[in-house]
């Protein structure tokens, strides 16, 4: 059985910093490709970042570009999301999803999804 586990959300000051991880188990984690999408509320779900099967190619969002970075350890079955100079505009339920090997921005070519965890900036 796949699961995507997602942990360190919380509540964050405006400018602080957050990391994210998504921890899989029940799949070959070092021939997936995994993204964070995000979700506010009363907005539709939005692409933050993926990364390939291998590390290798990463893409972010514009809106994130430069404050988030998305890593990836295949020893240890993870993914992570490093969130930097947090903005009031960042609020969401942040989810990790997996598919194979290859990076895509179109969550409905994702196959695995994790459950979520929530991001709370203050001002």
């Known amino acids: 059985q796949v699961q995507l586990v997602e942990s360190g959300g919380g509540v964050v000051q405006a400018g602080g910093s957050l990391r994210l991880s998504c921890a899989a188990s029940?799949?070959?984690?070092?021939?997936?490709?995994i993204a964070w999408f995000r979700q506010a509320p009363g907005k539709e779900r939005e692409f933050v970042a993926t990364i390939s099967w291998n590390g290798g190619s990463t893409v972010h969002a514009d809106s994130v570009k430069g404050r988030f970075t998305i890593s990836k350890d295949n020893a240890k079955n993870t993914v992570y999301l490093q969130m930097n100079n947090l903005k009031p505009e960042d609020p969401a339920v942040y989810y990790c999803?997996?598919?194979?090997?290859?990076?895509?921005?179109?969550?409905?070519?994702?196959?695995?999804w994790g459950q979520g965890t929530q991001v709370t900036v203050s001002s």
């Open positions: 029940g799949l070959t984690f070092s021939s997936y490709a």
């Open positions: 999803a997996g598919r194979r090997t290859f990076i895509a921005t179109e969550e409905t070519l994702y196959t695995y």
